[in-house]
Structure formats: structure tokens, C-alpha cells
């Protein structure tokens, strides 16, 4: 159980500093994911990392608190809440189990989230029921085996046949690829004609032409599910174009910047994990005579750890709260996700010195929190992607 004073997640009060107060839906969707954590995630997270299995029994417990419809209308059986909730739950589902975190923030994020935007009324009304009861999970695909940061000049090609598209191409390195049954995807018309020829679209894994390509196996996150994605002449009914023609670049990058504001609640989540471990095991830990946390240099580095996760979460609640209110949210989503990424690494790295050998056990949850830590400077945008990101808006005349 987590001390209030170390680990006080988003509280009212903070809310109140930000402007905002937790309602009474936010606190109690707080407060679910939370003892879900506790008591099921927590217990379980060991297990998935070391069979590598997909938490299938987490994400079904999930669907029936409604966790895979959290930004779906309420008319299409979702809880209808905001960024600032989906923000809330991812934090404490990461802090749990990172495997099941990017499960869910893909779903929800990536999918759900521009399904919101940029879907018709009739794509909304087909996906959501099925998304926000967790029947069917959710995907994004983009990156391929040689086009990751450089999602600009993806290969996959699609061409107009009468009333389908036809997709070629592979798609790489895909979270949830082998058990989502609904995937937004991209491909171009013509890859000279870069950004422009680039269209969105929401596919079936039971399309003529879908296959699952290979699964990775992983550092980190290693319960989450990777896989490649091939579409060989696949067909796809024209109504499941997402957005306009060529409009499919534009959307990939407005989905990413709520994606990120997702990774930047699992960085958050992961570093408050190593920060509850690290303190349960100083109190706990006895050495030349005292508590390993009376130790002056064990208590700096729990002070650092604490301030650092603070930050990170308050510009990860920033960028959540700009996003719901309809503003501008690149730059500090970016900020969120960079801030967020480095101090799960910095805490798990901190958590690992503090628990000295112990940490290194394969039985101790630190060793893998270490693991699961990486990939957050990774997906969705590197941390060389998003230090662009926030440079070319901090620059004078730019963004
Ligand atoms: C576990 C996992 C899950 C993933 N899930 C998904 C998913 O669900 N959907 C999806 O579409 N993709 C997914 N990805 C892909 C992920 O988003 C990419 O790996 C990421 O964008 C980086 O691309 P890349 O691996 O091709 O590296 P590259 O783009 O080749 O980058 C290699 C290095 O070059 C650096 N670099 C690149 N461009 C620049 C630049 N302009 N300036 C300075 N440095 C630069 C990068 O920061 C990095 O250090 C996932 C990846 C992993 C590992």
C-alpha cells in the first residue's frame, strides 16, 4: 500500500492549482484504477514479464469497469470522460503493470481518440460499441521496418478500386497487433508525394489480405503483445477511410499527441512504482545500525525521485487539461512524454542502487520496472523526437 505523503497521485488540491477540480466521476475512476492496481495488477505483473503472455485476464477484468471505453460516448456504451480521466487511470494502470498500461493507452489513445475526431457518425456508431465493451481491441499502426521517426515516407501503398481501397505493405513493431480485431492504419497513394499522399483508415483483421506477421520478443513490457501486421492486397471498403484523402499524415500526428500524453502516464506510473518500492524497501532495510532511509544519500535520492515524478505528472495533467479544453497541446505533450520517459529511467535506475544486489533479482519487481522503463524513450516519437518537437515550437517564429 502506498504512502500518502510519497505518493499522492493527482489529489484535489492539485486540481484546484491547475485550475480544475476533480469531479466526483474523475475521483471515483481514480480511485477504481487504483485499488485494480493494488490488488490485481500489482500481484499479477511478475508473471506476464516472465512467461511473456499477453495480460488478457487484466484487460477483460478492465472492460467490465468500463476501462476500454473511457473516452467512448456514453451512446455507445462508454464512460464518456475526458483526457484528464483517461490520464488518471492510465497512471495508476501503469504504476500496476506496464504491459497492461500500453494495452490500454493504445486502445484508448490511438484508437478511440481519433475514431472521436475524425470518424463519421456511421464508423463511430460500428467501432465504439464494440471497442468500449473491450469485445474487440483497438490498434495504430504506422511505423514498418524502415520507416519509424521518418513516418513521413512510409512504403505501404493504397489505390482506389471502385467501392474499396487495396493496401500493400508491412507494418512493424505493432502493440496489440495480434489480438486487435479493429486497427487504424496509413498508407500512400504515392510515397513521392510524402505527407500529401498519405490516407487513414480503419481496418478489420478479418479484411481479405490481413495477415499477423512476426511477434518480438522484448527487453521490456514484455506481456504486451508486438507483432508485424501484413496487408497483401488487402480490401477495404471505402467507408472505412478515416478523415479525407490525404488527410492521413494530419491525423496521425494529432492522434500522436495524445498518444504521448498515454506514454507520459506510464512513465509516470512506472517511476512512482520504483519510488513505492524504493521506500518500503529503505524503511524496511537495516544497515550499519539505522534504516537505510535515516541514510542522508538514500533520503536525497527518494527527495529527487519524488520531486521529479511530481513535475512529470503535473505537466502530464497540463497536457490533458489542454487537449480537453481544445487548445494547442503539441508542445507540452511532448514536454509531458520527454519529463515522464527520463524519470522512469532515473527512478528505476535510482530504485536499483537503492536496493543494491536485491534489485537485480529476477523476484524483485525493480529488475523489471528497470526493464519496462526503456521503451517509454522510445515509442511514440523518441526523445530525440520530441526534443525537436518541443525546439521547433520554442523557437522564435516557429510553431
Ligand atoms: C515495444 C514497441 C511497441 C511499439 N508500438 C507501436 C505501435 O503500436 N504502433 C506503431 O505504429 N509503432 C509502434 N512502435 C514503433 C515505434 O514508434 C518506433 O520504434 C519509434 O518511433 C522509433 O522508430 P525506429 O524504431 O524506426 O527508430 P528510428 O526512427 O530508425 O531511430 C533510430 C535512432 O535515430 C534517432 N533519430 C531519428 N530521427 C532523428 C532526427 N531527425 N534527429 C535526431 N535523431 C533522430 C532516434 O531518436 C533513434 O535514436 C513500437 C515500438 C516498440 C519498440
Known amino acids: 500500500m502506498r504512502d500518502d505523503e510519497t505518493s499522492a497521485g493527482i489529489d484535489g488540491s492539485l486540481g484546484a492549482m491547475l485550475g480544475t477540480t476533480l469531479s466526483p466521476e474523475h475521483s471515483k475512476l481514480q480511485q477504481t484504477c487504483r485499488e485494480f492496481a493494488d490488488e490485481v495488477l500489482i500481484p499479477a505483473a511478475d508473471l506476464h514479464d516472465r512467461e511473456e503472455s499477453y495480460p488478457a485476464r487484466n484487460v477483460d477484468r478492465l472492460a467490465k469497469l468500463g476501462m476500454m471505453g473511457i473516452l467512448a460516448p456514453v451512446r455507445f456504451g462508454g464512460l464518456g470522460m475526458d483526457n484528464l480521466g483517461l490520464c488518471l487511470a492510465l497512471e ?23 475514431l472521436l475526431h475524425f470518424g463519421t457518425e456511421a464508423q463511430q456508431e460500428k467501432f465504439f460499441p464494440r471497442l468500449a465493451s473491450g469485445e474487440s481491441l483497438g490498434a495504430y499502426a504506422i511505423t514498418e521496418p524502415d520507416h519509424g521517426s521518418d513516418a513521413v515516407g512510409i512504403e505501404t501503398t493504397c489505390r482506389r478500386e471502385g467501392d ?23 498508407a500512400t497513394i504515392d510515397p513521392s508525394m510524402r505527407s500529401r499522399g498519405i490516407h487513414a483508415f480503419v481496418i478489420e483483421n478479418t479484411m481479405p489480405g490481413f495477415s499477423v506477421g512476426k511477434k518480438e520478443k522484448k527487453l521490456g513490457i514484455r506481456g504486451s503483445d508486438t507483432v508485424q501486421l501484413v496487408f497483401d492486397e488487402m480490401r477495404v471498403p471505402a467507408e472505412n477511410l478515416l478523415g479525407e484523402e490525404g488527410q492521413g499524415f494530419k491525423i496521425a500526428m494529432h492522434t500522436l499527441d495524445g498518444g504521448r500524453i498515454g506514454i507520459a502516464t506510464q512513465g509516470v506510473g512506472i517511476a512512482q512504482a520504483c519510488l513505492d518500492a524504493t521506500v518500503s524497501f529503505a524503511e524496511g532495510h537495516q544497515m550499519f545500525g539505522r534504516k537505510l532511509a535515516d541514510n542522508q544519500l538514500a533520503s536525497h535520492k527518494i527527495a529527487d ?95
Request: hydrophobic share 40%.
Open 92 to 114: 495508476e494502470i501503469n504504476r500496476g503493470c506496464a504491459s497492461t498500461g500500453v494495452t490500454l493507452s493504445v486502445h484508448n489513445s490511438l484508437l478511440s481518440s481519433p
Open 164 to 186: 474499396e481501397w487495396v493496401l500493400n505493405g508491412t507494418k512493424a513493431w505493432i502493440t496489440n497487433g495480434s489480438h486487435a480485431s479493429i486497427v487504424i492504419t496509413f
Open 305 to 399: 525521485m519524488a520531486t521529479r515524478i511530481e513535475a512529470a505528472r503535473l505537466l502530464t495533467v497540463r497536457a490533458a487539461l489542454l487537449k480537453d479544453a481544445g487548445l494547442p497541446h503539441s508542445r507540452q505533450a511532448s514536454m509531458a512524454k520527454l519529463s515522464a520517459s527520463e524519470i522512469a529511467n532515473d527512478a528505476a535506475r535510482m530504485a536499483l542502487e537503492i536496493h543494491g544486489g536485491a534489485g537485480l533479482g529476477r523476484q524483485n519487481p525493480v529488475e523489471r520496472l528497470f526493464r519496462d522503463a526503456k521503451i517509454t524513450e522510445i515509442y511514440e516519437g523518441t526523445s530525440q523526437i520530441q526534443r525537436l518537437v518541443i525546439a521547433r515550437h520554442v523557437r522564435p517564429g516557429r510553431g
